[in-house]
């Protein structure tokens, strides 16, 4: 069809007024192109006319729907958020356990460890200590030759 000016499907449904509707019947009376769809046109209507009234369904159910639900443990396991928390439940509950199953120290343990850090804290003390020690007794040698010689230095006639 060639005839882009021409509201076939107006016509067809009744929808034109009169003089737009005798306006396209002359010109399919001349247009063998506008015929041909005008009869296709009606074919189709009379095809869709012979289909009987259905109401439209809610919803369609596949039988294929309940194959692709996921199974117990497969809607568990792709939940992150709910096997997060199962992880972290499982967590908690093993240091629980680690901390109420494991022994503590004994008391001969907890002497020697405390004897250990002792001997450490001195033997560092120890080694930190002499090298101030010795800076500290050179500054009072120091400050006090410099007090006799001012002291000698006042008394001078």
């Not at 046109?41 to 369904?57: K, S, V, Y």
């Not at 309940?66 to 499982?90: C, Q, T, Y």
């Not at 008391?107 to 010795?134: F, G, K, T, W, Y």
Request: hydrophobic letters at 45%; one cysteine or more; a neutral charge.
């Amino acid at each position: 069809m060639n005839c882009p000016q021409q509201d076939l499907k107006g016509y067809l449904l009744g929808e034109l007024a009169e003089a737009e509707r005798r306006q396209v019947a002359d010109h399919l009376s001349g247009c063998s192109g506008c015929s041909e769809e005008m009869a296709r046109l009606r074919l189709t209507t009379a095809a869709l006319g012979q289909l009987h009234e259905q109401e439209i369904p809610c919803r369609i159910a596949f039988v294929s729907d309940r194959i692709f639900e996921p199974k117990g443990w497969n809607r568990l396991w792709n939940s992150a958020p709910r096997l997060g928390f199962a992880s972290a439940v499982i967590l908690a509950a093993a240091i629980l356990v680690h901390a109420l199953v494991r022994p503590g120290p004994t008391a001969a343990e907890v002497a020697a460890m405390e004897a250990r850090i002792q001997r450490e804290v001195a033997s560092r003390v120890q080694a930190d200590l002499i090298p101030v020690m010795e800076e500290i007794q050179y500054l009072q040698k120091r400050a006090a030759v410099s007090y006799r010689n001012s002291l000698y230095l006042e008394n001078r006639p």
